[in-house]
């Protein structure tokens, strides 16, 4: 499995940034995709993460409300919707795949993409 993140750039703060991952190398009805970020100095976050059979979502609470996740199966790629950007939120955003739980743990996911950087402006 392969997965490559895109659309990481500086943006003004209270914007807004849509972030790309895409998956590719098995078959997906069976997995879950999650995003998370890791700022300089700070552990990996959990963000989102949906399920690719049924589009179940897990937020975490510090984004609810500012972050929608979405999905274009005829393009296996896992849309991060982002609003209200914050300076805080800068960091190195990753997709990640689990076994289909969209787990809201770092540790269910074993299949990670490179991560893509995204600096927010005061």
């Known amino acids: 499995v392969q997965l490559v993140e895109s659309g990481g750039r500086l943006v003004q703060a209270g914007g807004s940034l849509r972030l790309s991952c895409a998956v590719s190398?098995?078959?997906?009805?069976?997995?879950?995709v999650g995003w998370f970020r890791q700022a300089p100095g700070k552990e990996r976050e959990f963000l989102v993460a949906i399920t690719w059979s049924h589009r179940l979502t897990h937020f975490a609470d510090s984004v609810k409300g500012r972050f929608t996740i979405s999905m274009d199966t005829a393009q296996n790629t896992v849309y991060l919707q982002m609003n209200g950007m914050k300076p805080e939120y800068t960091a190195i955003y990753y997709c990640a795949v689990d076994s289909g739980r969209a787990a809201q743990t770092s540790e269910a996911y074993y299949y990670w993409g490179k991560g893509t950087q995204v600096t927010v402006s005061s």
């Open positions: 190398g098995r078959t997906f009805s069976a997995v879950g």
